[in-house]
């Protein structure tokens, strides 16, 4: 956000707050525990990088443009 005076920010998509690594439930959204769907998912999504086709933001959890040992690593430390 670059207007911080009224701490506001409008997002074209919803914004769910769960732990780092609980990426999948119903819906696509978080289930509330980080579990192996999780693992899953971010092994299914391993080395992809912002721009490709197969780009899925929500498996960055680190938030640095692509999905890795890093992203899985925060999802083990908060597995169960």
Same mark, same amino acid.
């Given at each position: 956000?670059?207007?911080? !005076?009224?701490? +506001?920010?409008?997002?074209?998509?919803?914004?769910l707050?769960?732990? $780092? =690594?609980?990426?999948t =439930? $119903?819906?696509?959204?978080?289930?509330?525990?980080?579990?192996?769907?999780?693992?899953?998912?971010?092994v299914? =999504?391993? +080395? !992809?990088?912002? =721009? !490709?086709?197969?780009?899925? $933001?929500?498996?960055?959890?680190?938030?640095?443009?692509?999905?890795?040992?890093h992203?899985?690593?925060?999802?083990?430390?908060?597995?169960?």
């Amino acid at each position: 956000e670059t207007d911080t !005076t009224d701490n +506001n920010l409008t997002m074209n998509r919803p914004v769910l707050v769960a732990a $780092p =690594g609980d990426i999948t =439930g $119903p819906m696509g959204n978080s289930d509330g525990i980080v579990d192996m769907r999780d693992i899953e998912a971010l092994v299914a =999504g391993f +080395n !992809t990088r912002v =721009g !490709t086709s197969v780009w899925n $933001p929500d498996l960055d959890i680190n938030g640095d443009g692509v999905v890795n040992m890093h992203d899985i690593a925060i999802a083990i430390f908060n597995y169960g």
